[in-house]
């Protein structure tokens, strides 16, 4: 028999750690091959991670609610000495799990684990939340796996409870510049705690904030040719193509050729330059019951009108069941958002980082509008842009915008690129 180990998978292409959201399987359970294993959650995705190995899980190293860096040992699989070849295992490993090798045995980290001293395996955030409240963590005995400090030790502590099995260590003041916990009125208020999702989403919008001036612009227009033409044709294309015919689609054929008159909009700023992008993956931002998730339609340009229908609404319903792939929220160059399916006439969305702008899409309402010398009632619709101001102008967000506005207008059938 040998170990294999299991470690943190890169779920995305600038993510560097990930969070432990729940493992399907306990320690001394057979796992099969494929067998979904634990859910990851990252800024990114919220995925099942399958086994890429058969055997016996013998070591969780990572508990629910730790965060660790990307190729951390997670857990330990006992499996046949002829399935723990690295060689195979590469191999046999799905996309999923691309970080998974083998070792021949334990290494000192698991050690460390099974012998209780969790001190020397604290998670980034359990360090960060300790470090705000003036609270020096190897003091604390842990409840988590093999005596490990978790977020929950370091809450106790901080409220001066008695979950850790020791007393809270003397009150240290905290600094004016840190976060500090407010005061709950226990009758009229509730603490409710962060999702690992919700987190990472927080803290995701905070940093593009920081990392690039953001700029917005708006402009309306006139749809009514393709709420008609949608109007006419979606149940003859439910019938023949199995799947719903949104507006979407259609939007995101006119944007990728907006893209192709203007490519600084898809582009990524470095401190040598800005990266241009010749390949559109567009973000197509989905709402979900935990936050927002942004699976990537890769190559979304190279696409016949029915593929891109089908692909889309694929990347949206796995989104919406937690079926998603780590390739699925990889490498995406430009993002797009429906929000008027929440209702919204005008929103000033978030760049989705490292890229250079994002787009939504408002609500279709009908409402009275100046037609030559007349009054007509039409289908109307807002276009809010975000952009990178460091890379684009508002002269080249405004030409960009009425491209896309131009195109809508005019939209005819023909205008469907099969």
């Given at each position: 028999m040998g170990l294999a180990q299991i470690k943190m998978p890169q779920l995305g292409e600038s993510v560097t750690e990930g969070t432990v959201d729940?493992?399907?399987?306990?320690?001394?359970?057979?796992?099969?091959?494929?067998?979904?294993?634990?859910?990851?959650?990252?800024?990114?995705?919220?995925?099942?991670?399958?086994?890429?190995?058969?055997?016996?899980?013998?070591?969780?190293?990572?508990?629910?609610?730790e965060t660790v860096r990307v190729g951390a040992v997670i857990a330990q699989i006992e499996v046949a000495e002829s399935a723990s070849a690295p060689s195979g295992a590469r191999q046999a490993a799905p996309a999923t799990v691309r970080a998974a090798e083998e070792t021949p045995g334990p290494v000192s980290e698991a050690v460390a684990a099974a012998t209780g001293d969790g001190r020397a395996r604290l998670s980034p955030a359990v360090r960060k939340l300790a470090a705000e409240h003036g609270l020096d963590p190897t003091t604390l005995r842990g409840s988590g796996m093999g005596g490990r400090v978790t977020r929950d030790d370091v809450l106790a502590a901080v409220g001066g409870t008695a979950a850790t099995g020791v007393a809270a260590p003397p009150t240290v003041p905290a600094p004016t510049t840190a976060r500090t916990q407010p005061a709950i009125d226990g009758a009229r208020e509730e603490l409710v705690k962060l999702s690992v999702m919700r987190r990472s989403i927080a803290e995701h919008m905070v940093r593009s904030l920081a990392t690039s001036p953001h700029a917005w612009t708006l402009q309306e227009v006139d749809v009514t040719s393709l709420v008609r033409y949608r109007e006419a044709e979606k149940e003859g294309f439910k019938a023949r193509h199995g799947v719903a015919l949104t507006y979407l689609p259609f939007v995101v054929q006119i944007v990728c050729d907006a893209i192709k008159e203007y490519p600084w909009l898809n582009s990524t700023w470095s401190d040598e330059g800005v990266i241009l992008k010749r390949y559109i993956n567009m973000g197509i931002a989905v709402s979900i019951p935990d936050g927002l998730i942004v699976p990537v339609l890769k190559d979304a340009d190279q696409r016949g009108f029915t593929d891109l229908v089908r692909a889309m609404n694929d990347l949206i319903e796995r989104a919406r069941t937690k079926q998603l792939k780590p390739d699925d929220v990889h490498a995406g160059t430009f993002t797009l958002n429906n929000t008027g399916a929440t209702g919204s006439v005008a929103s000033q969305p978030i760049i989705n980082q490292p890229q250079a702008a994002i787009l939504t899409t408002e609500s279709i309402v009908r409402r009275p509008v100046v037609i030559g010398d007349g009054i007509a009632v039409r289908h109307m619709m807002n276009m809010c842009l975000s952009f990178d101001h460091r890379i684009i102008d508002g002269m080249m967000a405004g030409q960009f915008l009425t491209f896309i506005k131009k195109r809508l207008e005019e939209w005819t059938a023909t205008s469907i690129r099969l």
């Open positions: 729940k493992w399907l399987k306990n320690e001394g359970d057979f796992v099969k091959r494929d067998e979904p294993l634990v859910e990851v959650v990252t800024d990114k995705v919220n995925a099942e991670i399958p086994s890429p190995f058969e055997g016996k899980l013998v070591k969780i190293t990572a508990v629910q609610g």
